[in-house]
């Protein structure tokens, strides 16, 4: 990742073997994300607060007050993903949190029951149409790019997903019953893989690393084999896993903080 160096000699103590705690932030939280420079993103009901990778606070965005915020997706800190559920919108903002789309998802694209977003990497926004069962690609102004199969029919079975991301443009779907559904850039099914139960997740390099319990675990989809790091104990409200080649880093929300933990990787 992306810590400068600064920070890591700051914020670096050893716990225990196999992880860091790099850094606590006070600040309450029901949504923890990162972009590719290492900031820090939480939500808390409607705000949505960036912080530097110091725990500095740089940004707050409330645009639609007393409206629950029920994602955020951040690839790029230009491009930030706000969706609410509640009213079927969504909000991309640039890097100083001011609005440079918004769509209505049911007025200007018909689709109701949206109950997933994220971004894609060519600049779109993908959603999960629980109405229609579909996994669809929308650009800015609305219109369709791409759509996918019934996800039923995909997975065999009615499914409720809870977790929706594009990862080196794959796009994956979490259903907890039959596991993560893996599609192409265009909607296509490639897979399944058989990881069931799990909340949020990420996937890089042949691997899918998520928290279960108080454990990280990274598991290998060529092998099947998966590596077990257990994490200090916390009340983890909600994490977020993030890969970049040997580095794995942990964000989550736990009571009254959000922190960063840095896990070896190097059994794997």
Not at 104 to 114: A, C, N, Q, S
Not at 189 to 197: A, D, V
């Amino acid at each position: 990742m992306r810590l400068p160096a600064l920070i890591l000699l700051t914020f670096i103590f050893p716990q225990a073997p196999g992880y860091y705690q790099i850094l606590t932030v006070p600040e309450m939280a029901n949504l923890v994300s990162v972009d590719e420079l290492g900031n820090i993103y939480t939500v808390s009901a409607d705000r949505l607060k960036m912080f530097n990778p110091g725990g500095r606070q740089l940004l707050v965005y409330d645009g639609q007050k007393n409206r629950k915020i029920s994602g955020i997706d951040i690839k790029d800190p230009d491009r930030v993903l706000v969706f609410y559920k509640e009213t079927f919108k969504i909000f991309i903002l640039n890097g100083l949190f001011k609005t440079t789309a918004e769509l209505d998802l049911t007025g200007e694209t018909g689709l109701f029951d949206v109950t997933l977003a994220c971004l894609s990497e060519d600049e779109k926004t993908w959603v999960y149409s629980n109405n229609e069962n579909k996994l669809i690609k929308i650009s800015d102004q609305g219109d369709f790019i791409a759509k996918s199969d019934l996800i039923d029919d995909i997975a065999g079975t009615h499914v409720q997903p809870n977790f929706l991301r594009e990862y080196q443009q794959k796009l994956y779907l979490n259903n907890p019953r039959t596991g993560i559904l893996e599609f192409d850039n265009q909607g296509n099914f490639i897979r399944i893989i058989p990881l069931k139960g799990l909340l949020t997740f990420c996937v890089a390099n042949d691997k899918v690393c998520y928290v279960l319990g108080r454990n990280m675990k990274v598991y290998n989809i060529g092998d099947g084999l998966e590596q077990v790091t257990q994490l200090p104990d916390y009340t983890y409200l909600y994490t977020l896993p993030d890969l970049h080649g040997s580095e794995l880093f942990l964000y989550y929300a736990d009571a009254n903080t959000v922190g960063v933990i840095s896990i070896s990787t190097s059994q794997n």
